[in-house]
Nanobody, 120 residues
Framework: VQLQASGGGLVQAGGSLRLSCAFS????????VAWFHQAPGKEREFVAT??????IYIDSVKGRFTIARVNAKSTVYLQMNSLKPEDTGVYYC????????????????WGQGTLVTVSS
């Protein structure tokens, strides 16, 4: 499995970005893909995923971020609106075979990360 994350950048607080995670190498439908965030000096934490018909978000991004999975493109998007300085960090997409988990240790495959910087 290969994951390619893109779409990060520098944005002012209140702005928006859309991250993309392109999946390849295996059958996309057999994998859960999630987004994780690692702020400077902090541990990597779960942000969002979609598993079947269930959308799961960490509380701090509910109402601001939207995850979308496009099976025809083997791609997962993270639309980030109303960005805050605390959203700054590297965003990683990760994949695991069936079964949702908040724990980054449970994900076997990782993209290279894309940096998001939100200025105040």
């Amino acid at each position: 499995v290969q994951l390619q994350a893109s779409g990060g950048g520098l944005v002012q607080a209140g702005g928006s970005l859309r991250l993309s995670c392109a999946f390849s190498g295996r059958t996309f439908s057999n994998y859960i893909v999630a987004w994780f965030h690692q702020a400077p000096g902090k541990e990597r934490e779960f942000v969002a995923t979609v598993a079947g018909d269930t959308w799961i978000y960490i509380d701090s991004v509910k109402g601001r971020f939207t995850i979308a999975r496009v099976n025809a493109k083997s791609t997962v998007y993270l639309q980030m609106n109303s960005l805050k300085p605390e959203d700054t960090g590297v965003y990683y997409c990760a994949a695991k075979e069936s079964g949702f988990s908040y724990n980054h240790d449970d994900y076997n495959y990782w993209g290279q990360g894309t940096l998001v910087t939100v200025s105040s």
